[in-house]
């Protein structure tokens, strides 16, 4: 699969695609590793979010990656606030979590294939290709992907997709799952 992504041959099915119900299939998805951290998810979503142009399984490994990389890097008994808000003929989607966050040094890295910040490696296991992969993803879609960092405070990971059709963006007020 990495192999086929690098050489641009996955197949992807660009459909019509609502990101907050798409987040919302994630979150519940990771219900059980949420609960058994006692970690509690604030989500802000429009009530009516303008559609994307997705192929909703990649964008949803995308969203399930960085969602679960926040929850395992997360304290227990802490927060992680999902938020989706409009920039002009685009669509963010914001993970932050109060995690360990990522070491100035190893920033630069953080997409690479294979690598692992030296203080992620030391907590859990894990391949080093989930942020790859998002990226690689993400940009099929026309989107990019970004972060912030303070190490010892956490990183809000920033997912920015180009919307298919324009719509309102009321915002509902911050909800916790």
Request: no cysteine; proline share 5%.
């Amino acid at each position: 699969n990495i192999a086929r992504i690098e050489e641009g041959r996955i197949l992807y099915r660009f459909e019509n695609t609502d990101l907050g119900s798409l987040v919302q299939e994630v979150i519940e998805s990771l219900e059980g590793k949420i609960k058994e951290k006692k970690i509690s998810i604030q989500y802000r979503a429009p009530q009516a979010p303008p559609f994307i142009k997705a192929d909703r399984e990649k964008l949803y490994l995308v969203i399930e990656n960085i969602l679960s990389n926040a929850i395992s890097y997360t304290e227990a008994k802490k927060k992680i606030e999902i938020r989706i808000e409009p920039k002009e003929h685009t669509i963010l989607l914001h993970i932050t979590d109060n995690g360990m966050g990522i070491p100035q040094k190893d920033q630069h890295k953080i997409f690479t294939k294979f690598f692992r910040a030296e203080n992620a490696a030391k907590k859990t296991h894990g391949t080093g290709l989930g942020l790859f992969v998002a990226k690689q993803i993400t940009e099929a879609h026309g989107g990019t992907i970004s972060f912030n960092s303070t190490e010892g405070k956490g990183a809000t990971f920033t997912i920015e997709i180009p919307i298919s059709a324009s719509q309102p963006m009321p915002v509902q007020p911050l909800r916790s799952v």
